[in-house]
């Protein structure tokens, strides 16, 4: 092995040891928190969540309203410990971006409706234990409650939005926290099971109409199209240097 080769392979063995923190394993730099003092983050992270959502129940036959989610503006309000995953039970707030689209005989329809999730019993999460001060933690964590709505809205008289296991939706994720100095790059996914209920403004282009659409979907930190970035092992290093 030349001298040169020599000198880049300790260069990117001493890069290695760093990146060894996560080594293995995927990790995603669509999101990343600070560490909160403890060695780990906060839960609900104050990521974004990207998912898809429909209404179909309750329009004509051949028609939806689907709608690119995200649930933004996450704040943590509490994170104690207890709840049925073992580890911690977090109450937060919310809110559910929803850009709407028409199809069928709704063709051309188009709303942004932001819909509060406000603090308190009626939105928490579940998490089971983790190590603080692990550079790697992976644990499950449960939607235990997510509601919502809005009325008096231009289109809608009501529009709810509803999930989680104390509903008897189940939805189970996972998260993983990988230090990044000085926070944590997050992977963080739940699998939703939803349900909208809705009530159309009379006179406008729901008028008349009402439903409820139930469906699961998942939630994730990378939006759609994102790839999440796997951390290097030393053996992928290596393997770019090989005669």
Same mark, same amino acid.
């Given at each position: /092995?030349?001298?040169?080769?020599?000198?880049?392979?300790a260069?990117?063995?001493?890069?290695?040891?760093?990146?060894?923190? =996560?080594a293995?394993?995927?990790?995603s730099?669509?999101?990343?928190? $600070?560490?909160?003092?403890?060695?780990?983050?906060?839960?609900?992270?104050g990521c974004?969540?990207y998912?898809? /959502?429909?209404? *179909?129940?309750?329009?004509?036959?051949g028609?939806?309203?689907?709608?690119d989610?995200?649930?933004?503006?996450?704040?943590?309000l509490?994170?104690?410990? &207890?709840?049925?995953?073992?580890?911690?039970?977090?109450?937060f707030?919310?809110?559910? +971006?929803?850009?709407l689209?028409?199809t =069928?005989?709704?063709? &051309?329809?188009?709303?942004? *409706?932001l819909?509060?999730? $406000?603090?308190?019993?009626s939105n928490?999460?579940?998490?089971?234990?983790?190590?603080?001060g692990?550079?790697?933690?992976?644990?499950?964590?449960? /939607?235990l +409650?997510?509601q919502?709505?809005i009325? &008096?809205d231009p289109d809608?008289?009501l529009?709810?939005?509803?999930?989680?296991?104390? @509903?008897?939706?189940?939805? $189970?994720?996972?998260?993983?926290l990988?230090?990044?100095? $000085?926070?944590?790059a997050v992977?963080?996914? @739940?699998?939703?099971t939803?349900?909208?209920?809705?009530?159309?403004?009379? =006179?406008?282009?729901l008028?008349? /109409?009402? =439903?409820?659409?139930?469906?699961?979907i998942? @939630?994730? *930190?990378?939006?759609p199209?994102? *790839?999440?970035?796997?951390?290097?092992?030393?053996?992928?290093?290596k393997?770019?240097?090989?005669?």
């Amino acid at each position: /092995m030349s001298r040169l080769r020599m000198q880049v392979m300790a260069t990117v063995l001493s890069i290695s040891t760093i990146l060894a923190l =996560g080594a293995g394993t995927a990790w995603s730099q669509c999101c990343i928190v $600070p560490d909160n003092g403890s060695g780990t983050a906060t839960l609900p992270v104050g990521c974004i969540y990207y998912g898809k /959502m429909h209404i *179909v129940d309750g329009l004509p036959a051949g028609t939806t309203i689907d709608a690119d989610a995200q649930i933004e503006s996450i704040a943590s309000l509490s994170e104690v410990a &207890g709840g049925s995953l073992g580890g911690n039970q977090e109450t937060f707030q919310a809110v559910l +971006r929803l850009d709407l689209t028409g199809t =069928g005989t709704l063709l &051309g329809y188009s709303r942004l *409706v932001l819909v509060p999730l $406000p603090g308190g019993p009626s939105n928490m999460t579940e998490s089971a234990p983790r190590t603080p001060g692990a550079p790697v933690q992976s644990f499950d964590t449960d /939607m235990l +409650r997510m509601q919502g709505q809005i009325t &008096g809205d231009p289109d809608f008289d009501l529009l709810r939005i509803t999930a989680g296991n104390d @509903f008897g939706m189940p939805s $189970p994720g996972h998260t993983t926290l990988t230090q990044i100095a $000085p926070g944590w790059a997050v992977d963080s996914f @739940f699998d939703i099971t939803y349900r909208i209920d809705f009530v159309g403004k009379p =006179g406008g282009p729901l008028g008349g /109409m009402s =439903g409820s659409t139930t469906a699961t979907i998942r @939630f994730s *930190v990378c939006a759609p199209g994102a *790839v999440p970035v796997e951390s290097t092992t030393w053996s992928g290093i290596k393997a770019l240097y090989r005669d």
